[in-house]
């Protein structure tokens, strides 16, 4: 019985460290997938790319990183490509979202809500408090990236870096 033993918690299989300092909100897994669903709900239409969730994911973190994304939205700004990150993050969030039943993977690789999912947008929307700057980006991106739109870019910045690393290879080939 639980309660009655007051040594259930400590094995040799479970450790308790106290952190000097706490976790910023930004990276708490609860945050994070609840953004990640936001994300998928808000601006995702029918599903969503992995670079997709990326890259609105890598822009709520600052206003810089929103207002880079929504100019690249009203006028394809090439500026982005160097804004473009990968954050491991969102690559374990992703894991434990398709875990927990709260989104799924399409054949094409793609990421969708489950109705578990859905029912946990509802909650977080339905306290105004609750993540309402996130809402509010997400409100203005809507639809306007589009899976199109990712992929020129991602082929831009592929040529890009090409180009990028031949001028290297030719400056240190002299």
């Keep these: 019985m639980i309660g009655m033993n007051n040594n259930f918690l400590m094995t040799d299989k479970v450790i308790f460290d106290a952190k000097p300092d706490a976790v ?26 992995f670079p997709k969730i990326q890259m609105i994911s890598n822009a709520l973190n600052d206003k810089k990183g929103q207002k880079d994304l929504l100019q690249f939205c009203d006028e394809n700004n090439l500026f982005f490509i160097s804004a473009i990150r990968f ?46 700057n996130e809402i509010d980006f997400l409100e203005r991106i809507g639809n306007r990236l ?21 001028t290297e290879n030719n400056y240190y080939n002299r």
Excluded: H
């Excluded at 669903?37 to 969503?48: F, H, T």
């Excluded at 946990?120 to 105004?128: A, G, P, Y």
């Excluded at 589009?146 to 031949?166: A, G, P």
């Design 146 to 166: 589009s899976e199109e739109k990712i992929s020129e870019l991602m082929d831009r910045w592929r040529y890009t870096d090409v180009r990028n690393s031949e």
């Design 24 to 49: 910023p909100y930004r990276y708490r897994l609860s945050y994070k997938i609840g953004q990640i669903c936001l994300i998928l709900n808000m601006c995702g239409g029918s599903s969503c790319s």
């Design 87 to 132: 954050d491991p993050a969102v690559n374990r969030v992703l894991e434990y979202a398709l875990a927990d039943g709260l989104i799924k993977q399409l054949v094409k690789g793609t990421y969708k809500l489950t109705e578990k999912g859905k029912k946990f947008v509802k909650q977080i929307k339905l306290d105004k408090e609750l993540m309402s």
